[in-house]
């Protein structure tokens, strides 16, 4: 099990450049040989390395969980063909004006919540795609459920602002421990500062104790 904490490339916000799930990471290409072994390091699985519509910001872009991989409709073919190729997961594409599904869409291997504008057939695709059931919802009451909340199969850390109402459905949802918190000093955009599974963590440098110490134990590292 490990937990570091990091910046890549200067940027603190560490989860917007990549997805970690129980069976695979997906992250930029782009990234550098430092950045690229303290994911290896930390996570220790499968690597499925690709830009989304030719940014590096992957993490903002795709939706995953142990069972398959969503990718925005503004994905190039050959951006597509790489992510199949290097998956041994699903991968769909979501057609929808909201592209980027990180911010939009939070699951783990149990469940998952989407922004509440998404039409059926999209919810379909996401339900069908990452096999678990999907329901729309906000944290915070905002629509960017994705960028509000860190899960994995152990717990989930969310917005501070988040309602018992929205808490009580999230934990019906994904079946984990659900705490609100934040990171990178006081950010209440967890997703955003935070890379995790069930296994190891990468934070935000600018992460307190405080705020590490908290994140940890709601995702059963201690």
């Known amino acids: 099990m490990t937990i570091a904490r990091t910046d890549f490339e200067g940027d603190i916000n560490v989860g917007a450049f990549g997805v970690v799930t129980d069976r695979f990471v997906f992250v930029s290409p782009n990234l550098s040989e430092k950045d690229m072994d303290i994911i290896e390091r930390t996570f220790n699985l499968p690597l499925i390395q690709s830009t989304i519509a030719t940014m590096d910001t992957v993490g903002l872009m795709v939706a995953a969980n142990s069972n398959g991989i969503l990718v925005p409709y503004t994905t190039s073919k050959e951006?597509?063909?790489t992510i199949k190729r290097s998956s041994e997961v699903p991968v769909d594409w979501i057609d929808s004006k909201m592209t980027a599904l990180?911010?939009?869409?939070?699951?783990?291997?149990?469940?998952?919540?989407?922004?509440?504008?998404?039409?059926?057939?999209?919810?379909?695709?996401?339900?069908d795609t990452l096999d678990v059931e999907v329901v729309p919802s906000t944290i915070a009451k905002l629509p960017i459920v994705g960028a509000?909340?860190?899960?994995t199969n152990q717990g989930a850390v969310i917005h501070p602002m988040a309602t018992s109402e929205e808490i009580e459905m999230l934990t019906q949802m994904l079946k984990v421990e659900i705490e609100v918190g934040t990171v990178n000093r006081g950010s209440p955009y967890t997703s955003l500062g935070v890379l995790a599974n069930i296994d190891g963590m990468i934070a935000g440098a600018e992460t307190t104790g405080v705020e590490l110490a908290h994140i940890s134990q709601v995702l059963g590292f201690v």
């Open 79 to 81: 951006e597509f063909a």
């Open 102 to 127: 990180g911010n939009i869409i939070i699951g783990n291997d149990n469940g998952a919540i989407c922004h509440p504008e998404f039409d059926q057939k999209a919810r379909d695709t996401i339900a």
């Open 148 to 151: 509000n909340a860190i899960a």
